[in-house]
């Protein structure tokens, strides 16, 4: 992907499509500065940033320029609060545990990618399972060390995985799934919103070029 160093990005409908209710009011009064906030859906998000270092998978994106624009067309499980920091739920609808290593995520209803497939738990687990695996060389492998099963699918240099899923990963049903951590972690609810944990959806892994090119979100 050529790009200049400097240059603008626009996400087209990303609020509608992934109903982020923030890009729209909707309440069709004026702001505090007097500015009409009709809620107008459509037109575009611009940001201007850095050139990305590479294709824009999530599970591959390591650095704030890449990172800047899949967070204008993704939606993770969790979302930081800007002031505290502290992570909030936003595409899950609960992420629970009772001892700090099997995970509960439950997710809300209403998400969609914007080729409008549905975003479901497999949603999740297929995106995890391939940056867990060092036969794709992603950048955001490190950060599903945790997740038992992990030490399988990314055994080292000069060995190949011996399976094509973490263990640790299972779908209950669409809205539903679980994380088996090798060992207890208090803070796993707090590494969720970041892009290695975005979901894809099954165009990214039917042509992962043109996904690059032009990110399903």
């Known amino acids: ?12 409908a990303a609020c509608t499509a992934l109903a982020i209710s923030a890009c729209t009011t909707g309440s069709g009064k004026k702001s505090s500065d007097g500015a009409n906030a ?6 575009s998000i611009s940001i201007e940033s850095g050139e990305p270092q590479h ?12 990172a800047q624009v899949l ?7 969790v979302e930081y609060d800007r002031k505290t920091n502290e992570p909030g739920l936003r ?17 809300k209803d209403g998400y969609t990618f914007h080729n409008g497939e549905k975003v479901t738990a497999q949603s999740f687990v297929d995106a995890w399972n391939w940056g867990a695996n060092q036969d ?38 669409d809205k539903t799934f679980t994380v088996t951590l090798s060992a207890p972690f208090s803070q796993f609810k707090v590494m969720l919103g970041y892009t290695a944990f975005y979901p894809l ?9 043109a996904f690059e090119e ?3 979100g």
Do not use: Y
């Not at 945790?146 to 263990?167: H, M, Q, R, V």
């Open 1 to 12: 992907m050529r790009l200049t160093k400097t240059m603008r990005w626009t996400a087209l």
């Open 38 to 43: 009709s809620g107008k859906k459509g037109g």
């Open 55 to 66: 294709g824009l998978i999530p599970q591959n994106t390591a650095e704030s320029e890449g």
């Open 71 to 77: 967070a204008q067309v993704f939606a993770g499980l």
């Open 91 to 107: 595409v899950a609808e609960s992420i629970e545990t009772p001892d700090s290593k099997v995970w509960t995520i439950k997710l």
């Open 136 to 173: 794709n060389a992603a950048e955001g492998l490190p950060f599903f060390s945790k997740i038992e099963g992990a030490e399988e699918l990314s055994p080292g240099k000069d060995k190949k995985p011996t399976t094509d899923k973490l263990k640790g990963l299972k779908v209950i049903d």
């Open 201 to 209: 959806p099954k165009a990214f892994f039917q042509d992962k070029k």
């Open 214 to 216: 032009s990110p399903i």
